[in-house]
T-cell receptor, first 111, second 115 residues
Framework: DAKTTQPPSMDCAEGRAANLPCNHSTISGNEYVYWYRQIHSQGPQYIIHGLKNNETNEMASLIITEDRKSSTLILPHATLRDTAVYYCIVRVDSLVKQLTFGKGTKLSVIP | EAGVAQSPRYKIIEKRQSVAFWCNPISGHATLYWYQQILGQGPKLLIQFQNNGVVDDSQLPKDRFSAERLKGVDSTLKIQPAKLEDSAVYLC?????????????FGQGTRLTVV
């Protein structure tokens, strides 16, 4: 699976949009971009995933650049409960391919 | 739907003792994972089951760790004997048996402290 690079930490003011970047310059054509988050003392939680088109769900939006070498997870109106470690993962869509987690980005939402 | 259940939530043991963790995945999920998460790091896969068969156990320290998933439902992960460096959170996750775009659902984990 392709390697990802994320900033170790970010701050965001409560109510503002949180934009979390991820670089995956070696991504292959059949690899998806997944985002998970892990709130303190909990297991990781799935947020969103995409291949090449932008995606949106009730939690977040995922913007993937045209060359697919980077992506941005957007939390449109961050709340204190969004404080967590956010993991960007690329993987082939296959039953036998596990999620490989890096260190992620620690997002702190500030009142 | 009920989530992935793990027990116990916390466990403290002395080095060289043995310990077992239990996981009950979401009903109907064929794929089950055990991850180890050391403080400050992302989770690392230990073993992946598809029903009751092992798909990937390449990162499982087989000299001390073992896991089973009898009947393709519940799973147990055992450490015998434990070392200090085994102190970590052990996460269980499950995925439905679909051919595309499977998301994994994680339990809350078991925090193991080896003293």
């Amino acid at each position: 699976d392709a390697k990802t690079t994320q900033p170790p930490s970010m701050d965001c003011a409560e109510g503002r949009a949180a934009n979390l970047p991820c670089n995956h310059s070696t991504i292959s054509g059949n690899e998806y971009v997944y985002w998970y988050r892990q709130i303190h003392s909990q297991g990781p939680q799935y947020i969103i995933h995409g291949l090449k088109n932008n995606e949106t769900n009730e939690m977040a939006s995922l913007i993937i650049t045209e060359d697919r070498k980077s992506s941005t997870l957007i939390l449109p109106h961050a709340t204190l409960r969004d404080t967590a470690v956010y993991y960007c993962i690329v993987r082939v869509d296959s039953l036998v391919k596990q999620l490989t987690f890096g260190k992620g980005t620690k997002l702190s939402v500030i009142p | 739907e009920a989530g992935v259940a793990q027990s116990p939530r916390y466990k403290i043991i002395e080095k060289r003792q043995s310990v077992a963790f239990w996981c009950n995945p979401i009903s109907g999920h064929a794929t089950l994972y055990w991850y180890q998460q050391i403080l400050g790091q992302g989770p690392k896969l230990l073993i992946q089951f598809q029903n009751n068969g092992v798909v990937d156990d390449s990162q499982l320290p087989k000299d001390r760790f073992s896991a089973e998933r009898l009947k393709g439902v519940d799973s147990t992960l055992k450490i015998q004997p434990a070392k200090l460096e085994d102190s970590a959170v052990y996460l269980c996750a499950s995925s439905p048996h679909r051919t595309r775009n499977t998301e994994a659902f994680f339990g809350q984990g078991t925090r193991l402290t080896v003293v």
